[in-house]
């Protein structure tokens, strides 16, 4: 059964449990920009980490790097960026906003039925000025993805790392762009975060690991958690490919508020490093020690949203009960791993439970709680999503053991508490 209004009952519960919060609220807000409070900057790091881990660290064939956000200008000319990735944009002659042309049935505005202005391409990404001058010479753009950091450092990579085709490089970090509609609290923004991965291949390989990589991706948000039917691939049309791609496939979600994308996999074929190639005069290419060659390999592209992924996690694991209200967050990404209560604030239940505490917390990101009744505690860290409770009643104090609670079943064990770093740990695996 779809949840009522669940993506007004998901703002206001990370509003409520310090998730995330609308940016210089006391200034009113600024239109989709959003900052992540203590839980969910927890969990933001989480889903970064499980992503590096996969993708770099239990890969030999992949590397990391960690590129500048300001980037030479040629860089945008090169990548194509500066000349098509646009937006068509129309705008109400009455009420001044705008639209995505694309997005708007019939010719009137629809918010107030005004006449709309001829469509015009909108160039998406950001411009400051480097330096103290502003003048055209010194505009620089704020990078609108981060592939194109890795595309500039293919050779600086290549060479130390010493690694053969097939390999990749994948890199986290901020991207902006200047979207005309950010829409549907985090899930469209004009500062984001996103994670990428290039993967070079011989050219003639492109298509065998586009379907290698669609598959991998998809089982990652699988392992995380997320309910196979509320996902799918879709592959571009030709009107709906990037500039740069030959072939791609979204993976998509399905929102409240209709199937979007959450990932782009795409066949950026040699486009990338034949423009940076001859743009910059610096040959980008590969010698092929088995055919004797020198050659530009192709590239596919797998890249994910920070917030998107965040934003899925969030409204595939809300759910309510008639007592509850729980998000089914997978251990591996809940912010905080277990909460621990003292039943009662007396019987040197407190103390036992703080050693507890000093026990776990150099493994776990650990919550303490003893005020209020025994119920009201687990909802809140039901509500936070924190997988595991762990209580310590009148028995503790008498065999050390403690009971450990499960946020989804609600059912409760009894675990040594010397055994609780174990038993958690196997827990978050599973
Ligand atoms: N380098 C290729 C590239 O940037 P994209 O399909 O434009 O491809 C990839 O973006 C991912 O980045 C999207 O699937 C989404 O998760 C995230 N993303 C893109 N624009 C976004 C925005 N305005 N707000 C939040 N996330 C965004």
């Known amino acids: 059964m779809p949840i009522e209004n669940l993506m007004e009952k998901l703002v206001s519960l990370c509003k409520r449990r310090g998730f995330i919060f609308q940016s210089s609220e006391i200034y ?22 499980d992503w590096w881990r ?18 030479h200008p040629d860089v ?5 960026h500066v000349e098509s990735f646009t937006d068509p944009l129309v705008d109400c002659k009455n009420c001044k906003q705008r639209f995505k042309a694309d997005e708007i049935d019939g010719d009137k505005c629809p918010v107030c039925g005004g006449e709309l202005t001829p469509v015009r391409q909108f160039n998406l990404m950001f411009k400051t000025f480097m330096g103290p001058v502003e003048e055209e010479a010194s505009v620089v753009y704020l990078r ?28 986290i970090g901020k991207a902006f762009r200047n979207e005309i509609t950010p829409s549907n609290f985090i899930f469209r923004t004009r500062e984001f975060e996103q994670m990428e991965m290039q993967y070079f291949v011989k050219p003639q390989e492109d298509e065998e690991w586009l379907e290698y990589w669609k598959e991998k991706r998809m089982s990652w948000y699988i392992s995380l958690g997320i309910k196979k039917e509320n996902l799918r691939f879709h ?34 074929t040699d486009y990338d490093l034949s423009r ?4 910059s005069g610096k040959r980008l ?10 050659y530009i390999p192709y590239i596919v592209e797998t890249s994910a949203g920070v917030n998107r992924t965040l ?11 008639p007592e509850r209200v729980v998000l089914r967050l997978h251990p591996r990404v809940a912010p905080i791993k277990a909460a621990i209560f003292p039943l009662v604030k007396r019987d040197g239940m407190p103390e036992k439970a703080r050693k507890i505490e000093e026990l776990l917390r150099p493994h776990f990101n650990i919550f303490y709680d003893e005020s209020g009744a025994i119920g009201r505690r687990y909802r809140r860290q039901d509500e936070a999503g924190t997988p595991f409770g762990i209580t310590v009643d009148s028995q503790t104090m008498e065999d050390d053991t403690v009971t450990l609670r499960e946020r989804d079943s609600m059912g409760q064990v009894r675990v040594k508490a010397d055994d609780l770093i174990t038993e958690i740990k196997r827990r978050i695996e599973a």
Not at 245 to 256: G, L, S, T, V
């Open 28 to 49: 009113g807000g600024i239109n989709s920009c959003w900052d992540y409070g203590p839980l969910g900057v927890e969990l933001k790091r989480n889903i970064k980490q």
């Open 54 to 71: 996969r993708m770099v660290h239990l890969r030999p064939d992949i590397e990391g790097i960690d590129a500048s956000i300001l980037m």
């Open 76 to 80: 945008w000319r090169s990548s194509g």
């Open 144 to 171: 609108p993805e981060t592939a194109q950091g890795i595309y500039v450092n293919f050779l600086n990579v290549l060479n130390p790392s010493r690694q053969k085709l097939p390999f990749g490089i994948a890199q």
């Open 235 to 268: 592959p571009h049309t030709p009107e709906e490919l990037p500039h740069y791609a030959r072939k791609a496939y979204d993976i998509q979600y399905h929102f409240p508020f209709g199937w979007k994308e959450l990932e782009g996999i795409h066949d950026r």
């Open 276 to 279: 940076h190639s001859e743009y």
């Open 285 to 294: 290419s590969y010698y092929d020690e088995g055919t004797k060659n020198h």
């Open 311 to 321: 934003l899925t996690i969030l409204v595939d694991a809300y759910d309510e009960e």
